[in-house]
């Protein structure tokens, strides 16, 4: 095991970090939330076309890149620098990890190249510890009813991917209602799914919620750490240039104490990011073990990270608004984006608290009494 970023790694980074500085720079972010069209599907399809990041998951006999989680937490890390309004996390982690632990081995193909996209139906605040709402029915002839609420993705996926119960079917959007409802996070938006009468296709595997939930959550303490990454430097590079009393506003002590404990508690996060990734890359294969304490050491990294860098990112964008004056309260600066994307996705996949109840579950800890 290593925590350190290997040298592809390091230049999968700067591919993704350079076209999305590029195409993908605040005022670009900020456009596009305000229009009627947040995701950027032209940016995700160069991404996919030049960097391959779509199959990144995805085994090479399938048109994929046969990497692990360690390469999509990189290109998670440079999205959440950017608040990037991309189908990364729901389709090429989200669908593409249930796609692989259901088997199906054609729509995967077609994810991988990008040219498709694919939302798992499934509530953004879904927890891995607790089994998923029974909203949806389906009859014995393969027709779907019911509702699904707050499904990330959902309004620019081709594929929606929708378990019930333990089985995982695949339906068109077009068959589908989808109704965009208001977020915080506006670079993420989410929908309302309604399924009335419509025709699902075959079950194409088993659905183990808890599985891919948790590799999700581990995976999304990454983009947390992308955005509490940018949110630091971007305030360090402000509190050297403005200046207050004749002298720049991070010379004061008080202000050089904050920052200080900003930056501790991002080097801590990046630890659990990467560790996380590191022991979730072993789940992300098509041989990934199942043995009972592989899976044990998997949920709980995953449950480190998650609770500590939803936290942490939170903590930095809050600061940074404030240590930015009034010119962080403003709509025009693009710090109020990180700051809803920290908020929103701390309850995303499991909450904090959550996390950390399973955490003493996990480690045989016990509770008050």
């Not at 350079?18 to 599907?41: F, I, T």
């Not at 592989?294 to 995953?302: G, S, T």
């Not at 010119?327 to 908020?343: D, F, S």
Request: hydrophobic share 45%.
């Amino acid at each position: 095991m290593t925590l350190l970023y290997t040298e592809v790694e390091e230049e999968l980074r700067a591919s993704v970090r350079d076209l999305l500085a590029d195409r993908c720079g605040a005022a670009a972010v900020l456009g596009r939330v305000e229009s009627e069209a947040p995701y950027d599907m032209g940016l995700w399809k160069t991404l996919s076309r030049d960097i391959g990041v779509a199959g990144l998951l995805v085994p090479e006999e399938y048109g994929g890149a046969g990497a692990s989680a360690r390469e999509v937490a990189v290109v998670l890390e440079e999205l959440g620098r950017a608040v990037a309004p991309l189908p990364f996390f729901t389709s090429s982690v989200l669908a593409t990890t249930a796609l692989l632990q259901a088997g199906e081995e054609d729509l995967i193909q077609e994810l991988a190249s990008g040219e498709t996209t694919a939302a798992l139906a499934v509530s953004l605040a879904a927890s891995p510890y607790r089994p998923l709402p029974e909203t949806v029915t389906v009859t014995d002839g393969l027709i779907l009813n019911g509702e699904i609420r707050a499904v990330a993705g959902a309004d620019v996926a081709d594929v929606l991917l929708v378990p019930v119960g333990t089985v995982l079917y695949v339906v068109r959007t077009e068959d589908v209602r989808i109704d965009v409802v208001p977020s915080l996070d506006l670079t993420r938006p989410i929908a309302t799914v309604t399924f009335s009468g419509t025709p699902a296709g075959e079950a194409i595997g088993g659905f183990d919620a808890r599985r891919v939930l948790n590799l999700g959550a581990g995976l999304l303490a990454s983009e947390q750490l992308g955005v509490a990454e940018w949110c630091l430097g971007t305030t360090l590079a402000y509190i050297k240039e403005r200046h207050q009393f004749a002298r720049p506003v991070g010379s004061f002590q008080a202000i050089k104490h904050r920052m200080a404990d900003l930056w501790l508690d991002v080097v801590r996060a990046r630890a659990a990011a990467r560790n996380a990734a590191d022991l979730l890359a072993t789940d992300s294969g098509p041989g990934a073990s199942r043995d009972r304490e592989a899976v044990r050491d998997r949920e709980l990294a995953a449950a480190v990270a998650t609770s500590w860098c939803s936290e942490v990112a939170v903590r930095v964008a809050e600061e940074s608004v404030q240590l930015h004056g009034g010119i962080g309260m403003t709509w025009e600066h693009p710090l109020h984006l990180y700051l809803k994307r920290a908020k929103s996705t701390e309850i995303a996949l499991g909450t904090p608290g959550a996390h950390r109840e399973a955490l003493a579950d996990l480690a045989d800890l016990p509770g008050p009494a």
